[in-house]
Nanobody
């Protein structure tokens, strides 16, 4: 019953920006962590950025200050701001989250986790 839904993908020109969002649908207490991954045709899925509940952030080496990840536990959502997009950023972007469900929280299973993935949103950067 818990799922992630991404939105915000589209087609842009090099140098332009896009903002991607993902929302957790269903019953969940909070994010333990949120991540964005991407996969281009013929390539393996790679890490774009991750953020923990405490605010620890990691970015892929290719970002070089262009992307910003954020999370909003109150809204059960995450966001990825992508600036100065390049053609090589073209890929399907997936949001993933490690969540603590309401059921686990109520029963004191605070060390438990449920990892969920969205269906992906296409980002195309071309002139």
């Amino acid at each position: 019953q818990v799922q992630l839904v991404e939105s915000g993908g589209g087609s842009v020109r090099p140098g332009e920006s896009l903002g991607l969002s993902c929302v957790v649908l269903g019953s969940t207490f909070t994010f333990k962590s949120l991540g964005w991954y991407r996969q281009a045709p013929g390539r393996q899925r790679e890490l774009v950025a991750t953020i923990t509940y405490s605010g620890s952030i990691q970015y892929g080496d290719f970002v070089k200050g262009r992307f910003t990840i954020s999370g909003d536990n109150a809204k059960n959502s995450g966001y990825l701001q992508m600036n100065s997009l390049k053609p090589e950023d073209t890929a399907v972007y997936y949001c993933t989250a490690d969540i603590l469900t309401d059921d686990d929280y109520v029963h004191g299973r605070i060390d438990e986790s449920t990892i969920i993935w969205g269906q992906g949103t296409q980002v195309t950067v071309s002139s």
